[in-house]
């Protein structure tokens, strides 16, 4: 009869059966892939991650001691001054140019100090700064010496030039002897009551004569 549907061919179960078997299984390789890749994903950032917080953490002595090098362990060397004051007649007489102040009372400028071995502070700092120097140009990042200045050459001379560092009261025409910070004796031989620590407390002073950093 025209117009009539043909039947639909009887479902074998069994063939059915086996097609959803197979989906199945596909959809379960897929799966696998996945997690595969969910979890390559997850160990780089675990990697990425740690790499950065490594990379925040490390400071300067990684780089002036790599992975393998020992460190020396000996006592630090005794202070040569002759040493030091080339050093600092190369690096920062003979090179540095700053404004500073002409005259102890003037304004506009930093304060710096050609007796400057006449100061402890001064003297420590820039032995500290030598020997920052002697290890940043003996690295092969060629980074190393931006860091040596931004971190090391520009902090230590603001602290030294600045308007309360240790040349203060001095200029390139005078040396002023300075106070240091004054130190109350130590608890343990301190008189009863403020009035006694306060007149102990005195602000120490220093010429070159008295300077134990000072060769003889």
């Not at 930093?110 to 100061?119: A, G, K, S, T, V």
């Amino acid at each position: 009869m025209t117009g009539d549907v043909a039947p639909e061919p009887p479902v074998d179960p069994g063939a059915a059966m086996e097609a959803l078997l197979d989906r199945i299984a596909d959809l379960e390789q897929r799966l696998a892939g996945a997690d595969e890749r969910q979890e390559m994903f997850a160990q780089a950032l675990d990697a990425f991650e740690g790499a950065v917080t490594e990379a925040a953490a490390m400071d300067v002595s990684a780089l002036l001691h790599p992975a393998g090098e020992e460190q020396s362990t000996s006592e630090p060397e005794p202070l040569d001054m002759v040493q030091l004051y080339e050093w600092v007649q190369e690096h920062i007489g003979a090179w540095a140019q700053r404004k500073v102040l002409r005259s102890q009372g003037g304004s506009g400028g930093l304060r710096w100090c050609p007796w400057w071995d006449l100061h402890p502070e001064a003297i420590t700092r820039l032995e500290a700064l030598r020997k920052s120097w002697t290890g940043f140009v003996k690295l092969k990042d060629p980074t190393a010496m931006t860091i040596y200045y931004r971190d090391f050459f520009d902090r230590t001379m603001e602290a030294l030039m600045n308007e309360t560092g240790p040349f203060h009261a001095c200029s390139p025409a005078a040396h002023s002897k300075g106070d240091f910070v004054p130190i109350a004796p130590p608890p343990w031989e301190r008189d009863a009551g403020p009035s006694a620590v306060q007149a102990a407390a005195v602000p120490l002073t220093t010429d070159g004569a008295a300077n134990p950093f000072r060769n003889p």
